[in-house]
T-cell receptor
């Protein structure tokens, strides 16, 4: 089954404790992206990657890091989480075709709470 | 800055009626526009994509229009059903690799 898998789905942590949210896709997609979703603000892009070793900032990259060492994986790293990073996070992927990522396949989301 | 507006108030309609959701945008010239469905606690699911040179697109009971002069897209669900109740997101993209999302409109279809 084609899917984007995120882990963990739920996490409560404390300020400053480094954490990683993993994302893996089994569709051989070049494009992967991380979004955060907050009430009233919609989905905002954090980082995206067009292929292995190619990453770029989205609209809200501060406080986050990413890496793309393998095509299928795109982990999101919070080196020193703060309460304003409490949010619902989504990973998404797609093949690149004709400019732009086109339709996106989303994971089920990771709800992060930073105390 | 780029801005996408979707009605933040929930749309409440009777089963069988046509639901019409609106997506307006400013300070942007998108190459395409997409609509997604999102159920509570789930990731968005792609529904339709319409390009800037297309006026209308249909898929089963769904219809999307795209007016680049008005900077607006309308999303219609005909013969609505309670199972159509969800939040609907519009998203705009261009030839770059960013996709900008609206905050969504919640649709409630009463039996």
């Amino acid at each position: 089954e084609a899917q984007v898998t995120q882990n963990p789905r739920y996490l409560i942590t404390v300020t400053g404790k480094k954490l990683t949210v993993t994302c893996s896709q089994n569709m051989n997609h070049e494009y992967m992206s991380w979004y955060r979703q907050d009430p009233g603000l919609g989905l905002r892009q954090i980082y995206y990657s067009m292929n292995v070793e190619v990453t770029d900032k989205g609209d809200v990259p501060e406080g986050y890091k990413v890496s793309r060492k393998e095509k299928r994986n795109f982990p999101l790293i919070l080196e020193s989480p703060s309460p304003n990073q409490t949010s619902l996070y989504f990973c998404a992927s797609n093949k690149l075709a004709g400019g732009g990522p086109g339709e996106l396949f989303f994971g089920e989301g990771s709800r992060l709470t930073v105390l | 800055s780029q801005k996408i507006e979707q009605n933040s108030e929930a749309l409440n309609i009777q089963e069988g009626k046509t639901a019409t959701l609106t997506c307006n945008y400013t300070n942007y010239s998108p190459a395409y526009l997409q609509w997604y469905r999102q159920d509570p606690g789930r990731g968005p699911v792609f529904l339709l994509l319409i390009r800037e040179n297309e006026k209308e697109k249909r898929k089963e009971r769904l219809k999307v229009t795209f007016d680049t002069t008005l900077k607006q897209s309308l999303f219609h669900i005909t013969a609505s059903q309670p199972a159509d109740s969800a939040t609907y997101l519009c998203a705009l993209g261009d030839s770059s690799y960013k996709l900008i999302f609206g905050s969504g409109t919640r649709l409630l279809v009463r039996p």
